[in-house]
C-alpha cells in the first residue's frame, strides 16, 4: 500500500488541524495505521495508531486529548485531528501502515508515506 499524507500548515497556538493519510491499494482495510512525528533536531515520535478496523486506538501521553485518529475504509483514508495545538507539536507528521499491531517505535513498518509539516506559533 502507498501512502500519501497532507493537511499541515502554520496554525496558532490553541488552533486546530486535520491531517490525512490517503492510501492507494484495495488491501487498505487489512491495515492498521499509525501517525509519527519528527521534530528538527529530535528523534521520531509516536503519536497514535487506530486498528484495521477501527475499532481500537492508542495515543501518546503527550497528545492524549487533544488529538482523534479515525479511518474511512470505503475513501482509503485516515484522519488525524489535532485541536488546541502547542507549539511543542510542531513537526513533520508522517503516516504508516501495517499488517500487524504497530509497534510504537514505528519499527519495520510495511509502508511509510512522506510527511506533512505542522508549525504551531506561539
Known amino acids: 500500500v502507498q501512502l500519501q499524507a497532507s493537511g499541515g500548515g502554520l496554525v496558532q497556538a490553541g488552533g486546530s488541524l486535520r491531517l490525512s493519510c490517503a492510501a492507494s491499494?484495495?488491501?487498505?482495510?487489512?491495515?492498521?495505521v499509525g501517525w509519527f512525528r519528527q521534530a528538527p533536531g529530535k528523534e521520531r515520535e509516536f503519536v497514535a495508531s487506530?486498528?484495521?478496523?477501527?475499532?481500537?486506538?492508542r495515543y501518546a501521553d503527550s497528545v492524549k486529548g487533544r488529538f482523534t485518529i479515525s479511518r474511512d475504509n470505503a475513501r482509503n483514508t485516515v484522519y488525524l485531528q489535532m485541536n488546541s495545538l502547542k507549539p511543542e507539536d510542531t513537526a513533520v507528521y508522517y503516516c504508516?501502515?501495517?499488517?500487524?499491531?504497530?509497534?510504537?517505535?514505528?519499527?519495520?513498518?510495511?509502508?511509510w508515506g512522506k510527511g506533512t509539516q505542522v508549525t504551531v506559533s506561539s
Open positions: 504508516a501502515a501495517d499488517v500487524h499491531t504497530i509497534d510504537i517505535s514505528g519499527d519495520g513498518m510495511d509502508s
Open positions: 491499494g484495495r488491501a487498505f482495510s487489512r491495515y492498521n
Open positions: 487506530i486498528s484495521w478496523s477501527g475499532d481500537n486506538t
